[in-house]
């Protein structure tokens, strides 16, 4: 299982936010057959946009996204995750099952 920290970039304004994948491990990530991160980036924010839309809006050489608000979104980190953790940050409210 993987934990993901997403950069997200607005202007002048950067934050952060969070997601978790649980089919995959961080070798799964590092060899980038099984999940990449337009993989990642796609199912965690491209829900409810066409897949033409995001691909139009994926720029495979930096590996970033634009979303509709002019998010400029990117993988930061990718680390494995025990299902203990996932636990604590569930209950944390920072990852939702």
């Given at each position: 299982?993987i934990?993901?920290k997403f ?12 997601s978790?994948?649980k ?6 990530y590092?060899?980038?057959e099984?999940?990449t991160?337009?993989?990642m980036i796609e ?5 409810g946009?066409?897949?033409?839309d995001?691909e139009e809006?994926?720029?495979e050489?930096?590996n ?8 400029v979104?990117?993988?930061?980190k990718?680390q494995?995750m025990t299902?203990?953790e996932l636990?604590v ?5 920072v990852l939702?099952?």
């Amino acid at each position: 299982m993987i934990f993901v920290k997403f950069k997200i970039q607005y202007g002048d304004y950067e934050y952060f936010d969070y997601s978790w994948f649980k089919d995959y491990g961080e070798a799964h990530y590092e060899n980038g057959e099984s999940i990449t991160d337009k993989d990642m980036i796609e199912q965690t924010y491209g829900e409810g946009r066409s897949t033409r839309d995001f691909e139009e809006n994926f720029d495979e050489d930096t590996n970033k996204y634009t979303d509709y608000n002019d998010d400029v979104i990117s993988v930061y980190k990718v680390q494995e995750m025990t299902q203990k953790e996932l636990n604590v940050l569930v209950k944390m409210g920072v990852l939702y099952r």
